[in-house]
């Protein structure tokens, strides 16, 4: 079984990072051998001697973002290594608009270096070598085709389509269980007081996914967030960040 991070490397790979109000965004991560310039050096580090370097190029292919007008295009250069998007002079996204820091995100997620913010997430069923949609017969959240790929003259030139699947549980940022009728404890304390971690990971995606239009700080486990003018809100239990993060998140 591949990890969702050897799977979004292995050749074609077609992803959905959504939100909870709808918002999704279809990436592809595509490898390219290149001739290397190395001149046959075995110890060149891009091609290890083979002369044909392998890099990846990531394009967003799709997205329903209201301000984003369906808007798509190439991205930049991915690696396996790192979490990290470079662009180049035919990037049609720079490192400052929403596809490109949500993608970086979603490296960084399968990379284990953060988690979603609620609601956001990475779905796919389709393989990660030709780029075909899984139906009945697929081996892993993140799999390929069993008994091997078709050729590509007899593959579906279909244009990725949303699936209706929940996110891996590699990627998925557990949920939160509160009763809603729960009483606080004898100590004044709520049932779903935030906590320091939780806090900043909604801190973190809401300074990452509003735009900047708005700035979330966390002091001890109170979350505070203000906008542009300067007006703030504040949130002490994990209800109350949840609404706020879904409102600003959209």
Known sequence: MATALEW????NAIFHVHNA???????KIVLAELDCNCDGNPHCANCNGTGKSRRFFASLVRNNHPALEGKYGYIGEATPNTPRIRT???????????PFKT???ALEVVHGKKTWPKGYGLVT???GYCGEQLRDDYDADFGYCVGGCKPPEERKKEEPKKVDAQPPAQVQQPKKKVKKDEPACTCGVPADALTTTEAVTIAEGINFFSGGNYTATVHGTTLIVKDRQGREERASTYTQAEAIQ?????
């Open 8 to 11: 979004m490397f292995s050749g």
């Open 21 to 27: 109000q709808g918002v999704e965004f279809v990436y």
């Open 88 to 98: 180049t002079t035919k990037s049609r996204w720079a490192e400052d608009s929403i």
């Open 103 to 105: 993608l970086v995100w």
């Open 125 to 127: 069923r389709r393989c």
């Open 246 to 250: 879904n409102r600003i998140c959209k």
